[in-house]
């Protein structure tokens, strides 16, 4: 019983995740929900994830110590990054969706 609460759970939340549209959310796909394993297909982000290519990448203005070839941002583009997902945030708000759980892992 359970696992069938937690199934229907799983098709309720890709199927709200599948109807979002904006530029600064991943879109759903595709899903598997017959049977398990249960997953989704995300789009795919030309960069990878955002906790990976901010791991890849160090702050210009630290760049002055480290060796050539380090891979930089500089603060404008920090800052148009934390503009996109606060647009993607701003977005699930006017759907009156809260997203309790914000982080770049």
């Known amino acids: 019983m359970l696992w069938g609460l937690l199934r229907l759970d799983f098709q309720r939340d890709v199927r709200i995740l599948a109807a979002l549209e904006d530029r600064n959310i ?4 595709g899903a598997c929900c017959r049977e398990e394993p249960y997953c989704v297909v995300m789009e795919y982000l030309e960069h ?9 990448h160090i702050t210009a203005e630290d760049a002055h110590s480290m060796p050539i070839g380090v ?3 500089s603060f404008n583009c920090l800052i148009y990054m934390a503009a996109q997902i606060a647009s993607g945030m701003r977005y699930l708000e006017n759907l009156n969706f809260v997203h309790r759980d914000l982080a770049t892992r």
């Open 48 to 56: 990878g994830d955002l906790c990976q290519f901010l791991k890849t």
């Open 26 to 29: 991943a879109r759903v796909l």
């Open 71 to 73: 891979k930089t941002l």
